[in-house]
């Protein structure tokens, strides 16, 4: 069987390329940059690496056409892995760096999955529905529950939530099921990222965002340097996408929490005034 996984350079898709590999399967896994190509095609000979940017339309059509040519128009199963997270207070952050975050988690991954949806559908029809082809969506727990400081990348995976549920039941009678993963903190360079970006965009906030938000923001990049490290391994969440892809009966949700990920689900089921007043206690209210 023929996978697509994207965001594959590091974290979770590395490790979801890795395992389908270990398995067998041939695996096209997309990165961004030409250095991760090698690194890639050192771990498995069945692991083809193609340079894509879910972001970049331009990129989206000529991976496809690349993945045509080398399994027969045949797709098994998509991963869309591929993701940022930028954080700050809505009062004053960018729309501009917001649209980023949604180009990438929403737009782009629509896009791509638009573009295979065709190959998932003639390898579903050679199956004759005994095998469902599969999507898979990586999400989180931000999805379900959104943190102050984190509206940008809530927002975006809120949406990919309700996108995923309309999507499952639309390709449902193509013999394609579309699986959610949810994830809680997991240890992978995205933290690193993020932190570096909020410095960044804390930085060139005007000067009035900091008296109200310096307090929330310093709680929160503190989260960031002790949360991230000690999160989940991003073997255990690829784990879970191999189980959503290969399972006889996948499931809609696979939520793979950890500690942080399992307060965030309860608070999703409870009172939003329970909810916020949690968040202000982690996070410190703001002043001015």
């Not at 929160?220 to 991003?234: C, K, L, M, N, T």
């Not at 793979?256 to 982690?282: E, H, M, W, Y």
Request: one cysteine or more; proline letters at 6%; glycine letters at 8%.
């Amino acid at each position: 069987m023929n996978f697509l996984v994207t965001g594959s350079s590091t974290g979770i898709g590395y490790y979801t390329a890795e395992r389908l590999a270990r398995r067998g399967f041939q695996v096209f896994a997309t990165v961004r940059r030409s250095s991760d190509v090698d690194k890639l095609k050192q771990v498995s000979p069945l692991i083809h690496p193609i340079i894509c940017d879910v972001a970049v339309k331009s990129t989206i059509a000529p991976a496809i056409e690349e993945l045509k040519s080398k399994t027969g128009g045949l797709l098994h199963g998509l991963v869309n892995n591929a993701g940022i997270a930028l954080g700050g207070p809505l009062e004053f952050f960018p729309v501009s760096e917001i649209r980023k975050v949604f180009e990438v988690n929403v737009f782009g991954l629509l896009e791509m999955t638009q573009a295979c949806i065709p190959l998932l559908r003639q390898a579903a029809q050679q199956n004759k529905r005994r095998w469902p082809a599969r999507i898979v969506n990586v999400s989180s727990v931000s999805g379900l529950v959104a943190m102050p400081l984190m509206g940008p990348y809530s927002g975006s995976k809120f949406a990919l939530e309700a996108l995923s549920d309309s999507m499952r039941v639309e390709l449902r009678g193509a013999g394609i099921h579309v699986s959610l993963v949810e994830p809680g903190v997991t240890a992978t360079p995205i933290w690193e990222t993020t932190l570096c970006q909020a410095k960044k965009i804390r930085q060139a906030l005007p000067h009035e965002a900091e008296p109200k938000y310096g307090r929330m923001l310093d709680r929160f990049e503190a989260f960031s340097v002790y949360r991230g490290p000690r999160g989940a391994h991003p073997n255990s969440i690829a784990r879970v996408i191999e189980r959503a892809l290969l399972s006889p009966f996948p499931r809609a949700r696979y939520f793979c929490g950890g500690t942080q990920g399992n307060i965030q689900r309860v608070l999703s089921l409870l009172p939003k005034s329970v909810n916020d007043r949690f968040f202000a206690r982690a996070i410190g209210t703001s002043e001015g």
